[in-house]
């Protein structure tokens, strides 16, 4: 079957919407890091709605930071895919020409930053997942011992992460006397522009002061809230988008209607008017931030570890259980939304009403296991804080607490019938550990979670509230079905 690509655009079916502009007519302006599914549903979206409605030259030039599948995905076809928004009314098919191309950065380090170094690029967008930014997650600045950080500060012109690209792109920019970028973080964070901003600059002074100084006068790092589902795609999608266009496509992303995005009005120069195809520009992000981390995260991981252990395989699966779905809900009214401090005149309710929505959309598969990724690193950013705040005001913690305990009990890598799955986790090693050294013992074992500084910092740890709560639980998950404690403490 052929490859979509520039040369059959005008031969797709009548079901899909192509490009109204010319890709090829219109320059890179933006460089992307972490080129994978979420950028090319979201931030690459919103550029090619741009494009068709002024123009300008704003493309994409992406970036893997690790493997080459999705150059080989993307640069056959022209950097042309399919964006499917799936709802449970039906599909539409989008052809997107945001993206020029894909370099691969580890085949090419020099050719990476030389693309940073375009003249014409005037912002960098990062998805790079939490682990990515490489910061020390009891005190949030930058692990200088971090094996990554080790290598790019003896191999600058080799780095492999994506800090060492941006720290040797901003060298070389001073070197040149070239004006800085705007360095738009786009990854599930609190503060996440204020977060990069410390990892860059501390990585920057360790170089050379001056590249500091020169870095905090011609670079900006505005914060972001992103927001839109994206299942990993199947082959039964890859089948179905090329029923749909008639040709083979290799990139296709599947993606809910909803999108938000909100951006902190902070720039170094030239960028994208996002705001004139449904971006938001703000003054302060934080509230939104705060907002879709706890009542959107906070729930998703959530339902990802209790449906996970009970046997749902999706999103929509595990949503549609009744006393989940009650423990969600009074999750939101009970623990999640008394802890956020929105702008006048923002309806919480409404917000909460559209995120179950989505999560009861069976157009979009999400699957449990693929949200339950990287918990080490989602936890802390997404349940604590609310757990912070309600312990200080002694409100409730049973939702927040069954979370955690189960994903705790998930870590185990062991599900209630004796399945054996694999946790994808940066501390995975850790937990087997754990795992080998609490044979069963529910109060070892969370002394052993508790005790994980990047995860827990000290005070929480100690909380003895806390630590009575997440060891009832985790004595309920050791002798019970989730099903049976959900029916018991959520019933509807």
Request: charged share 20%; net charge neutral.
């Amino acid at each position: 079957m052929t490859r979509l690509s520039f040369k059959n655009l005008g031969s797709l079916s009548a079901g899909s919407l192509v490009p109204s502009f010319i890709p090829k007519d219109h320059k890179i302006g933006i460089v992307h890091l972490g080129i994978g599914a979420f950028h090319r549903s979201h931030q690459a979206w919103y550029t090619h709605k741009l494009l068709e409605l002024q123009g300008g030259d704003w493309r994409i030039q992406g970036i893997s930071l690790r493997s080459a599948q999705v150059r080989d995905t993307l640069n056959p076809q022209d950097g042309l895919y399919t964006v499917v928004v799936s709802s449970s009314e039906g599909k539409i098919y989008h052809i997107l020409g945001s993206v020029d191309n894909v370099l691969v950065a580890p085949e090419n380090p020099q050719a990476v930053i030389t693309a940073l170094c375009q003249k014409s690029v005037h912002v960098v967008t990062l998805t790079i997942t939490e682990k990515g930014y490489c910061l020390k997650g009891n005190t949030g600045e930058l692990d200088e011992d971090h094996q990554s950080i080790v290598h790019d500060l003896k191999n600058l012109d080799c780095p492999k992460s994506a800090l060492g690209f941006l720290v040797a792109a901003c060298q070389r920019r001073m070197q040149a006397n070239m004006r800085g970028f705007t360095v738009i973080s786009c990854d599930n964070l609190a503060g996440n522009g204020a977060k990069l901003k410390t990892a860059i600059t501390m990585f920057a002074d360790l170089v050379d002061p001056k590249l500091k100084n020169w870095l905090q006068s011609n670079v900006t790092f505005p914060s972001t809230m992103v927001d839109r589902i994206v299942p990993a795609s199947t082959p039964e999608d890859m089948a179905d988008v090329q029923s749909v266009i008639g040709f083979e496509d290799q990139a296709c992303v599947m993606t809910e209607p909803f999108s938000q995005w909100v951006i902190e009005n902070k720039f170094a120069g030239p960028v994208p008017h996002w705001e004139k195809v449904g971006a938001n520009l703000v003054a302060d992000v934080g509230p939104f931030e705060e907002m879709k981390l706890r009542l959107l995260n906070a729930t998703h991981s959530t339902i990802a570890y209790v449906g996970s252990l009970a046997g749902y395989t999706t999103v929509a699966d595990a949503i549609a259980d009744k006393n989940l779905r009650s423990l969600i809900d009074h999750m939101m009214a009970d623990e999640l939304a008394p802890t956020l401090s929105m702008p006048e005149g923002f309806d919480t309710k409404a917000y909460i009403e559209s995120l179950l929505r989505r999560f009861t959309n069976r157009g979009l598969p999400h699957k449990t296991r693929q949200i339950a990724m990287d918990g080490s690193q989602k936890i802390p950013q997404r349940m604590l804080p609310a757990l912070r705040h309600q312990l200080m005001q002694g409100g409730s913690i049973d939702c927040l607490t069954f979370g955690i305990a189960c994903w705790i009990r998930y870590c185990e890598g062991v599900g209630e019938n004796g399945e054996v799955y694999s946790v994808d986790d940066p501390m995975a090693a850790e937990f087997q550990t754990i795992n080998g050294a609490a044979k069963g013992d529910a109060e070892t074992r969370l002394e052993k979670f508790l005790s994980m500084k990047d995860v827990f910092d000290e005070k929480l740890a100690s909380n003895t509230v806390l630590k009575e709560k997440l060891l009832f639980w985790l004595k309920e998950l050791s002798e019970k079905k989730v099903r049976s404690i959900l029916a018991q403490h959520w019933k509807v």
